[in-house]
């Protein structure tokens, strides 16, 4: 399970989104010609269905229900999580005998490693009626994407 979860870690956002379409390649194969195409680079376009957006970017990791006068609305968000690490020092008590068995204590300055974790979102989309109606997604430097 391990080695699993270490190799599904290590793949890339398109070995993961070209998994998705092995497995449910009847379905994307039922899809026109360029839509496939659009999933194939990870583009989601207003007018997807669900299928389509799940093949593109994956199963969603929160789903929402908007609710406006006008209409209902159900909203995928995506996440990612960046982890800070840092390392910090702290005093212990350290706990001893003397020759005569008399307790003392003394403290001493030890480091510790840890970290910080962030979930942030990355993208939103929105689905009415079964079909995308709108959606967004986060602009950011490094390139990363779905």
Do not use: K
């Amino acid at each position: 399970m391990c080695l699993l979860l270490a190799l599904v870690g290590c793949a890339s956002v398109q070995e993961l989104r070209d998994r998705r379409i092995a497995e449910n390649q009847a379905l994307f194969d039922s899809f026109p010609a360029d839509i496939q195409e659009q999933v194939r680079q990870g583009q989601v376009e207003v007018g997807f269905n669900a299928d389509m957006v799940r093949l593109a970017w994956g199963p969603p990791d929160q789903v929402f229900t908007r609710t406006s006068r006008d209409r209902h609305a159900t909203v995928w968000g995506y996440t990612r999580v960046r982890h800070y690490p840092y390392t910090d020092r702290m005093s212990i008590p350290v706990y001893f005998l003397d020759s005569q068995g008399r307790r003392h204590i003394s403290f001493h300055s030890v480091w510790i490693n840890s970290e910080t974790r962030e979930e942030y979102t990355v993208a939103r989309v929105e689905f009415v009626e079964g079909r995308v109606s709108a959606f967004e997604q986060l602009q950011t430097d490094d390139g990363y994407g779905f």
